[in-house]
């Protein structure tokens, strides 16, 4: 059993040194966002400062960019700096004046031989002017810096951008999943950006992934996932048990917490599909039905984007024995 995690350990990591792109620069995975929608950002650091390793990355979050959170690194210690905003801003009727204006992860180990995303979300404000919007960047190491920050368009240092656009756009897109779904609203909860991948033939397990909301005063649980494309719907989590990261089922399902968000991506919380009963096709709507403790069912179509073979970071192979 250690050897067969170690073999596909080893795999996901070949296949994510492999695939990961070649960038000169640190940008932005989605590069574009609609006014006034959520969006979640995938910093993409591809290489140190010289052949240094990064310890620590830190990202300026502008004025229009609200209700921000990210998402802790295993290995790294995440810190927020807040502050006051210059307006006024609402989020699911509460008024927001002052929130997170710095993320920093710190003390960690990226060596230039490798590469690594750094990930957050909030909202864009729908008062911002459509074109670029930069999230200036620090990569910090031992002896000096890569300074990300040049928001000139001409720079040799450009700040990651993301491109504004009006309404009609799913700023949810994930990994190529652009004709996800808008947001369902089930009680309290708001679903959003849901996809799931096309596998290859004979694959025996697929990953779902969303983007839950509570809006509501009271804790509510992700508790059953069914699919009629597989023999068994699981939630699953991937933890750091000492020095390794392992995934794992999770019986009892999943808190949301009270005016959290919650998101199922690859690398993270995600849905399996297990026992898959045929290969899911590009661009095919696969039915999933969401139980919740207290909102109850609802059911919905998870859009299959990309190939697995294009995506390591939701490789699964550890789970070939179930």
């Given at each position: ?23 000169a620069h640190a940008t932005l995975e989605n590069p574009k966002a609609s006014l006034g929608a959520s969006y979640k950002a995938v910093l993409r650091i ?88 930069h999230f200036p960047a620090i990569q910090e190491c031992a002896n000096g810096e890569e300074a990300w920050t040049d928001v000139s368009g001409s720079g ?167």
């Amino acid at each position: 059993m250690i050897g067969s995690f170690a073999r596909a350990t080893l795999a996901a990591t070949t296949l994510i040194a492999l695939t990961a792109p070649a960038l000169a620069h640190a940008t932005l995975e989605n590069p574009k966002a609609s006014l006034g929608a959520s969006y979640k950002a995938v910093l993409r650091i591809p290489h140190g400062c010289g052949t240094e390793a990064t310890h620590t990355v830190r990202v300026q979050i502008p004025e229009g960019f609200y209700n921000v959170k990210p998402i802790p690194k295993a290995g790294w210690t995440l810190e927020t700096v807040t502050g006051p905003h210059q307006n006024t801003y609402v989020n699911h009727g509460a008024q927001v004046s002052e929130g997170v204006i710095e993320i920093v992860w710190s003390d960690g180990n990226l060596p230039n031989e490798f590469y690594d995303e750094f990930v957050f979300r909030g909202t864009f404000a729908d008062t911002l002017e459509e074109g670029p919007f930069h999230f200036p960047a620090i990569q910090e190491c031992a002896n000096g810096e890569e300074a990300w920050t040049d928001v000139s368009g001409s720079g040799d240092m450009p700040a990651p951008s993301v491109t504004l656009v009006a309404g009609g756009m799913d700023a949810h897109a994930h990994h190529g999943a652009a004709s996800a779904p808008a947001e369902t609203t089930i009680g309290d909860l708001t679903i959003s950006g849901a996809f799931t991948r096309a596998t290859l033939p004979n694959a025996p397990v697929a990953g779902g992934f969303l983007t839950l909301t509570n809006n509501g005063t009271q804790d509510d649980t992700l508790i059953a996932v069914e699919t009629p494309v597989a023999k068994e719907g699981q939630i699953h989590e991937m933890a750091m048990e000492g020095d390794v990261m392992k995934m794992r089922q999770l019986p009892d399902g999943l808190v949301i917490p009270a005016g959290e968000t919650v998101v199922f991506e690859p690398g993270g919380y995600h849905l399996m599909f297990m026992g898959l009963t045929d290969p899911i096709a590009e661009g095919a709507a696969v039915p999933v039905t969401l139980t919740f403790e207290k909102a109850g069912t609802i059911t919905l179509d998870l859009i299959a984007a990309g190939s697995a073979a294009d995506a390591p970071a939701a490789d699964h192979s550890s789970h070939m024995g179930h």
